[in-house]
């Protein structure tokens, strides 16, 4: 039985909602409050101090996040347990809410009340205080290398790089077991530069996140010929992306961590709140910028946001790639535009990277000898070894 002395605050507009989780949490011996408003709730949260406060994600008169953010700033509710209760319409506030730091989130359905009464029954928990969430805290590092790549505006040729430098990972270290993870949205990429179409994607891995490890992962994942490494392809059209559970995702890269010695994530140009948690624990982020004026400040405006979100410049890896012929500005040019060193340029390939993606083929196989192939080879090891300075 759960300890009588435990209080609850329920925030929540709907009164039949108050009603059944009240009755529900009543019957478990939690002492329980209940309110239709945010207002209301955040002066009974000052003057009562529950141990827990369980808010609706949707509420009206004020903002979820905001009475959130007012919760945190105050001592007497600073560290106070708080889950968000959404309906699957007002999921797309969840990131917010987290962010501002909601401890958890459940949606309001029967199959979400058993998991909120196991939670509630060892609330002080050690596991509890750091649970995992969408856009939780950059936690502890653990398990295999976690490596993302990401971009400030398409055409910076992300995907290729991605897919080739994990490529030439495997080459020059064998012993380790590399996957990539496509999570451009809303159509993968990867899987048509290196020719590979499995059933297994982003959308399936998110509906059965729970459930992945080590082994179902090796089991459902295939080494993808020519490539050495295991992919979990990206959504193959914008329907199956709506359909994707995006709060699963990083704990479907988390399993990766554990089921891999490296992990390479493509995330295209998308900085979501949901990526930035996985970004946040990566131990090593390429962002790859143009050679374009344009490309190049919206790539200081994205190195920004990821200063302001605590990513260390020691994390980052700059790649500055050539990818059309025109020519455009020079490394020292780029580099005091972004206010960054950038560690590797990659010259144009000419059509040399297109006829390779074509025949599903790795550049350096395909062109052993070609300069800028040999460059990225180079620069795969540097990548590796980023990342594992900052692992160490």
């Given at each position: 039985?759960?300890?009588?002395?435990?209080?609850?605050?329920?925030?929540?507009e709907?009164?039949?909602?108050?009603?059944?989780?009240?009755?529900?949490?009543?019957?478990?011996?939690?002492?329980?409050?209940?309110?239709?408003?945010?207002?209301?709730?955040?002066i009974?949260?000052?003057?009562?101090?529950?141990?827990?406060?369980?808010?609706?994600?949707?509420?009206?008169?004020?903002?979820?996040?905001?009475?959130?953010?007012?919760?945190?700033?105050?001592?007497?509710?600073?560290?106070?347990?708080?889950?968000?209760?959404?309906e699957?319409?007002?999921?797309?506030?969840?990131?917010?809410?987290?962010?501002?730091?909601?401890?958890?989130?459940?949606?309001?359905?029967?199959?979400?009340?058993?998991?909120?009464?196991?939670?509630?029954?060892n609330?002080?928990?050690?596991?509890?205080k750091?649970?995992?969430?969408?856009?939780?805290?950059?936690?502890?590092?653990?398990?295999?290398?976690?490596?993302?790549?990401?971009?400030?505006?398409?055409?910076?040729?992300?995907?290729?790089?991605?897919?080739?430098?994990?490529?030439?990972?495997?080459?020059?270290?064998?012993?380790l077991?590399?996957?990539?993870?496509?999570?451009?949205?809303?159509?993968?990429?990867?899987?048509?530069?290196?020719?590979?179409?499995?059933?297994?994607?982003?959308?399936?891995?998110?509906?059965?996140?729970?459930?992945?490890?080590?082994y179902?992962?090796?089991?459902?994942?295939?080494?993808?010929?020519?490539?050495?490494?295991?992919?979990?392809?990206?959504?193959?059209?914008?329907?199956?992306?709506?359909?994707?559970?995006?709060?699963?995702?990083?704990?479907?890269?988390?399993?990766?961590?554990?089921?891999?010695?490296?992990?390479?994530?493509?995330?295209?140009?998308?900085?979501?709140v949901?990526?930035?948690?996985?970004?946040?624990?990566?131990?090593?982020?390429?962002?790859?910028?143009?050679?374009?004026?344009?490309?190049?400040?919206?790539?200081?405006?994205?190195?920004?946001?990821?200063?302001?979100?605590?990513?260390?410049?020691?994390?980052?890896?700059?790649?500055?790639?050539?990818?059309?012929?025109?020519?455009?500005?020079?490394?020292?040019?780029?580099?005091?535009?972004?206010?960054?060193?950038?560690?590797?340029f990659?010259?144009?390939?000419?059509?040399?990277?297109?006829?390779?993606?074509?025949?599903?083929?790795?550049?350096l196989?395909?062109?052993?000898?070609?300069?800028?192939?040999?460059?990225?080879?180079?620069?795969?090891?540097?990548?590796?070894?980023?990342?594992?300075?900052?692992?160490?």
């Amino acid at each position: 039985m759960s300890d009588p002395q435990l209080s609850i605050l329920l925030i929540d507009e709907d009164e039949r909602t108050r009603n059944f989780f009240s009755a529900i949490l009543s019957r478990q011996n939690f002492l329980i409050q209940s309110v239709s408003s945010g207002k209301e709730g955040y002066i009974i949260a000052l003057r009562d101090k529950p141990d827990v406060i369980i808010l609706d994600a949707g509420m009206i008169d004020m903002p979820a996040a905001d009475l959130i953010r007012k919760l945190r700033s105050d001592r007497r509710s600073a560290t106070t347990l708080c889950i968000a209760l959404a309906e699957p319409s007002s999921s797309d506030k969840i990131p917010e809410i987290l962010s501002a730091g909601c401890n958890e989130y459940f949606l309001k359905s029967p199959q979400s009340v058993e998991k909120l009464l196991n939670m509630l029954a060892n609330p002080s928990q050690d596991e509890n205080k750091d649970r995992k969430s969408a856009v939780g805290q950059k936690k502890k590092q653990i398990g295999g290398l976690l490596g993302v790549f990401i971009s400030a505006k398409g055409g910076t040729g992300t995907s290729s790089l991605c897919a080739n430098i994990a490529q030439n990972i495997t080459v020059s270290s064998p012993k380790l077991n590399v996957a990539v993870i496509d999570l451009v949205f809303p159509i993968g990429s990867i899987s048509s530069i290196v020719g590979y179409n499995g059933d297994f994607n982003i959308q399936t891995a998110s509906r059965s996140a729970a459930e992945l490890n080590k082994y179902t992962l090796r089991q459902k994942l295939e080494v993808v010929d020519n490539w050495k490494f295991r992919l979990l392809p990206g959504s193959p059209d914008p329907e199956t992306a709506n359909s994707i559970d995006i709060f699963q995702i990083p704990q479907v890269a988390d399993a990766f961590q554990q089921a891999f010695d490296l992990t390479l994530i493509d995330m295209g140009r998308s900085l979501s709140v949901v990526n930035l948690s996985i970004i946040q624990q990566a131990d090593v982020v390429v962002m790859v910028t143009g050679t374009d004026l344009n490309t190049v400040k919206l790539t200081r405006t994205a190195w920004n946001f990821l200063k302001q979100n605590g990513i260390k410049q020691h994390n980052i890896y700059t790649v500055l790639n050539r990818s059309i012929e025109q020519d455009g500005l020079s490394k020292s040019d780029a580099e005091s535009i972004l206010g960054i060193d950038i560690q590797a340029f990659i010259p144009y390939f000419g059509g040399a990277l297109a006829l390779a993606n074509n025949q599903h083929l790795p550049i350096l196989t395909k062109l052993p000898k070609n300069t800028a192939a040999v460059m990225m080879d180079q620069i795969s090891r540097e990548i590796l070894e980023t990342a594992r300075r900052a692992r160490a």
